[in-house]
Each structure stands twice: as C-alpha cells, then as structure tokens.
C-alpha cells in the first residue's frame, strides 16, 4: 500500500498510459477488420471464435520468448503486424484466414509487449499493467461501433501508425538490461506457503470463470448502442481504477471488497443502467489482481504470466460461442455461486496486505 | 432462432469443424507447452512445485523510502 496519491503519481505510470493509447489504438484495429470482416456470411461464428483462440492463447509462449530476449520490442513487432494486416484486409484479395492469422500474431504481440514493459517498470505496484489494460475496453467498444458505419479502413489505419512512436518510447521503460527476476521483486501478493502451481492453477480458474461471468451479467438495460458505450466505458474504468486502489488500500482489501460489493449492484441494477454500470465498474477491478498473482511466483518470467490470465480469459468466453443463457434468474444464480467461488479462491491464495517499495 | 443456434443446427456447422479442430488442437499444444516452461522456470528459480520461495524483504520499506 502507498497511499492514494502515490498510487495515483507513481514512477514510471506513464509506461502504463503509452500503452494505454497503443492498447486503444490496437483494439480499434482488430475490432474494427474483424466486425468489417465478418459481416453476415457463415464465417461470422468462426471467425471472431478463430480471433479468441488466434490473439490470446498464444500470449504465454510469446510472454516466455520475450521474456529470454528482452530486447526484442514486441510492441513495436506487433503494431506492424497488425497495419500489415489491416492493409491486406482493406486491399481484398488475400486469404482472409491467413491475413486474420498475422492480425492475431500481431495483438498478441503487442499485448505482450506491454504486459512486459508496464510490468517491468511498475517497481511491484499493480497501476501500470492495470491502466495498460483498460485501454482495450474503450477500444473494443470504439472499434465495434466504427465497423456498423461505412467508415473505409485507411482512417483507422492511421490511427494504429500513430501508436508507433509510443512503442518505441515505451520501451526504454522496459530496462531490458535488467533481469525481471530483479525487476519484479516487488510482487509479493501470493500468500506464503502455498505452492506456486496452486496459485497459478487458482488464478487462472478465477480469471475464467470471472470471463466468463462477464456474459452472464444481467442487463436488461442494454437496448442501445450508447447503453453498450457506457457499458464498456464502465469495465475500462473499472480495470485501471482497480490497480489504483489496490495500489493505495492493499491488493487483498481491493479484490474482496470489489467481489463482494460488485454483487449486489449486478443484480439489483438488471433493469436499472447506473446501479448496474457501478456493478461493472467493481467486478472488473479484480483484473489486474490475477495478473500479480502470477507475476508473485512467476518473477522471473513476467511475459508468461501474464499470458496465462489472457489464455484463462479465452477459455472463460468459450462456452459463451456454443451456449448463451438468456434467464434473469439462471443468469443470478450462476453470478452468485461463481461470485463465492472466485471470493474463496482469492482468500486462499491472495496474501496479507503489506507496504510495497514505491 | 438466434445466430448462434442457426449455425449449430445447419449445414454451416460442417463448414466449420474443420477450423474448430485445429484451433483446439492448438490451444492444447500451447498450454502444454506453457506448462514446460513453466515448470523450467520454477526449477531455474531453485523452486519446487511445493515450496514457493519466501517473500522478498520488502515489507520494512517505509513510504518516505520512495524516490518518487
């Protein structure tokens, strides 16, 4: 714990805010050529199943190999990939599985990029990997929203070339020249005791279950595009303020706190937008929690870390392409006992709130 | 019928197994390969799979320690 206006000013939070804008950039792009690309054909339930698998599951093993050759500047990898593709997209012509394939290779990348320079440069604190991912949500929404227009692609092409300079920027950040053994010493979240593979093992269960109760949030409410905006807005904002505070008040307080309040607004807030977009706000703080966790026992290899919570929240959306439940009262049940289950597991596995080096 | 149900209980869905399988066999091969190097990892660390290593010393820095 620092305090909150540590946690708010701490050293090197711009690596987190760079990536922020790149993180943003990046989901604009991906959303943006996947929605354009699906349209109504039959490729429209695989393809965006293909873009899951394709971008996040592999996040591990490029995690891993970015964590042996430090530096190498995956962002910078990535956001190339990703405007090689896009232009392929725009040009027509190419296999689109093939070009979808580099796009994916090219978010993965960039995610790993930044997992690893905010990471290595947050000295143990939680705000810069957290600021780093709340970006994708406000890109996501963005780039949905743009792909329903008749908007060509060379505007969001340009947009993701704008992000060039803060991957390069964003690197020295990552102090390359340093071991992450030694970088990440600070991350002491796990609680004493416990073997790392259970912590691994629970943190990723928890991210699952927690993605996939991200589909179950009952929201009647949800009628209009400018209701889906303030939903996504909602998460953005929840997964960096998460960070934050768990930053200022204790990583363990912030995590069951949010759990638990985040409960009763969801469920409440089914028909009524504000009660339910605060639910949202603090059901997704635990984000960047998951992520320290894995970074407590997995020091020296921040970019695997980090890439088991994107391949749990991967597994979490899968049952959702097969089976979608539409009942309010299913839909509460599942909420409540995976809500239980997920406080449960962090208590076990989530150490003492302790000051940490800032 | 939502989107989702006409795929499954139509013919597209034989157009899409394909991608399906390989797209699992995929994930297998990398979670399997992310648990190899996780387990290298723990063993370079000097740690076994039931003896996380002690938190670091960082507990006694005090906020007034900060550079920032």
Known sequence: ?358 | MDKISYVMNSLLWGQVKTGFAVLMVLTAVIIILSVIFTAREFKKAGRTDDAQEPAADNGGVSDSDNTD
């Open chain 1, 1 to 358: 714990m620092v305090g909150l206006k540590k946690a708010l000013t701490g050293k090197n939070l711009a690596s987190g805010w760079m990536y922020f804008y790149i993180h943003f950039a990046m989901e604009v792009l991906c959303f943006f050529c996947v929605r354009k690309q699906m349209g109504n054909s039959a490729f429209f339930w695989l393809f965006p199943f293909a873009y899951d698998i394709l971008a996040f599951v592999p996040q591990s093993v490029i995690g891993y190999l970015n964590d042996r050759f430090p530096k190498f500047n995956a962002g910078l990898t990535g956001t190339v990939l990703m405007i090689i593709a896009s232009v392929m997209f725009a040009a027509g012509g190419f296999p689109r599985y093939f070009v979808l394939v580099i796009l994916c290779a090219g978010n993965a990348l960039t995610h790993v990029g930044g997992a690893e320079v905010t990471i290595r440069s947050s000295n143990g604190r939680l705000s810069h990997p957290a600021v780093f991912v709340s970006g994708g949500a406000f890109g996501v929404i963005t780039g949905t929203m743009l792909a329903k227009t008749d908007m060509p692609y060379w505007p969001v092409i340009l947009f993701m070339i704008s992000a060039i300079p803060f991957t390069l920027i964003a690197q020295k950040y990552r102090n390359a020249g340093e071991s992450a053994q030694e970088l990440c010493k600070a991350f002491n979240y796990a609680k004493k005791g416990v073997p790392a593979s259970v912590i691994l093992l629970v943190s990723f269960i928890i991210v699952a279950l927690r993605s996939y109760m991200g589909y179950c949030l009952p929201m009647e409410w949800k009628t209009t595009s400018l209701h889906s905006v303030l939903l996504y807005v909602a998460m953005g904002t929840g997964k960096a303020v998460g960070g934050i505070l768990a930053d200022a008040y204790g990583v363990k307080r912030i995590a069951l706190l949010s759990s638990i309040l985040s409960l009763p607004f969801i469920l409440l807030g089914n028909k009524i937008m504000l009660v339910s977009l605060i639910g949202i706000m603090l059901f997704s703080m635990t984000m960047s929690i998951t992520l320290a966790l894995n970074v407590s026992v997995l020091k020296s290899a921040p970019g695997l870390a980090f890439g088991y919570t994107t391949a749990a929240l991967t597994f979490g959306v899968i049952p959702i392409f097969f089976v979608k439940i539409s009942s309010y009262a299913i839909n509460s049940v599942i909420v409540s006992a995976l809500t239980v289950i997920c406080i449960a597991a962090m208590l076990a596995t989530i150490g003492k709130d302790e000051k940490i080096n800032g």
